[in-house]
Antibody, heavy 120, light 111 residues
Framework: EVQLVQSGAEVKKSGESLKISCKGS????????IAWVRQMPGKGLEWMGI????????TYSPAFQGQVTISVDTSIDTAYLRWSSLKASDSAMYYCARRSGDYDWFFDLWGRGTLVTVSS | QSVLTQPPSVFGAPGQRVTISCTGSSSNIGARYDIHWYQQLPGAAPKLLIYGNSYRPSGVPDRFSGSKSGTSVSLAISGLQAEDEADYYCQSYDTSLSGWVFGGGTKLTVL
């Protein structure tokens, strides 16, 4: 089955670090850009950044540049989203999504999301 | 404030037709980047509903359709069903921001 499987919910404290994951299966992971999208409680979708597994070419939204790090491990078909020092305002649902193709500008496959809760 | 503008909510009775608009600018829709639509059912992840302004992925009912006119794009849902109650988001690429952008989302309530 073609899918993106995300890591489980996390409960952390402000100032702690965190790395969540997104594992692809059923498709050639290394050939697809993988994006991260934030959804704060009761709010809309926000694109955070995107990475290409082959060369780790990464683009961040200006709103998230310097706040998070996106990385990938092609040996296990997994993309990551990392925070070095969490804030309460990072509490949200985080989705990974697959860009359909190099010449497409939409996301055709989504993970089920990872809920991150940060307490102060 | 989102780069793409959608109405916060729309309402319709079962069987009716509703439309959701998505307005952009010269740096996204006007720059010839397509609009794509996602459906997010309560408690679920977003799902691709329409791509390339008007194309439906396999499995999406033809009750859902998309259209584009200038820098305005719309999603139409005909023959409304209770299961269509969800949040709908438009999305494009923005050249000024050099990144992907979403509309603020529209909550569809089936009366």
């Amino acid at each position: 089955e073609v899918q993106l499987v995300q890591s489980g919910a996390e409960v952390k404290k402000s100032g702690e670090s965190l790395k969540i994951s997104c594992k692809g299966s059923g498709f050639s992971f290394k050939y697809y850009w993988i994006a991260w999208v934030r959804q704060m409680p009761g709010k809309g979708l926000e694109w955070m950044g995107i990475i290409h597994p082959v060369d780790s070419d990464t683009t961040y939204s200006p709103a998230f540049q310097g706040q998070v790090t996106i990385s990938v491990d092609t040996s296990i078909d997994t993309a990551y989203l990392r925070w070095s020092s969490l804030k309460a305002s990072d509490s949200a649902m985080y989705y990974c999504a697959r860009r359909s193709g190099d010449y497409d500008w939409f996301f055709d496959l989504w993970g089920r999301g990872t809920l991150v809760t940060v307490s102060s | 404030q989102s780069v793409l503008t959608q109405p916060p909510s729309v309402f319709g009775a079962p069987g009716q037709r509703v439309t959701i608009s998505c307005t952009g600018s010269s740096s996204n829709i006007g720059a010839r980047y397509d609009i794509h639509w996602y459906q997010q059912l309560p408690g679920a992840a977003p799902k691709l509903l329409i791509y390339g302004n008007s194309y439906r992925p396999s499995g999406v009912p033809d009750r859902f359709s998309g259209s584009k006119s200038g820098t305005s794009v719309s999603l139409a849902i005909s023959g409304l069903q209770a299961e269509d109650e969800a949040d709908y988001y438009c999305q494009s690429y923005d050249t000024s921001l050099s990144g992907w952008v979403f509309g603020g989302g529209t909550k569809l309530t089936v009366l």
